[in-house]
Nanobody
Framework: QVQLVESGGGLVQPGGSLRLSCAAS????????MGWYRQAPGKQRELVAA???????NYADSAKGRFTISRDNAKNTVYLQMNSLKPEDTAVYYC?????????????WGQGTQVTVSS
């Protein structure tokens, strides 16, 4: 059974930091690309950051310079370090694992963790 379990969300003041973690089980973690998405109330889910199996990273413009995605294949975990948080970062953050090979796409989602940026 595949599970992606996010943790690390919470309430933080503007300018503060949080580190999200996503622990994966039931997959060969090292071959999956991993991503963090977020969804604010009334908005579509959007990509925040992604990291390939080889470690290449990609960020949404809103995340560049403030957020860092990383992975630890030994721990089957992907992280999102978020600094200089803004109220507009408030959303539910979801972890995603994706594998694309030979025309086949497999992806899994976590249950989400709430991040609230407010004074």
């Amino acid at each position: 059974q595949v599970q992606l379990v996010e943790s690390g969300g919470g309430l933080v003041q503007p300018g503060g930091s949080l580190r999200l973690s996503c622990a994966a089980s039931g997959i060969i973690f090292s071959i999956y690309a991993m991503g963090w998405y977020r969804q604010a109330p009334g908005k579509q889910r959007e990509l925040v950051a992604a990291i390939t199996s080889g470690g290449s990273t990609n960020y949404a413009d809103s995340a560049k310079g403030r957020f860092t995605i990383s992975r630890d294949n030994a721990k089957n975990t992907v992280y999102l370090q978020m600094n200089s948080l803004k109220p507009e970062d408030t959303a539910v953050y979801y972890c995603n694992a994706i594998l694309q090979k030979g025309g086949i796409r497999i992806d899994y989602w976590g249950q989400g963790t709430q991040v609230t940026v407010s004074s």
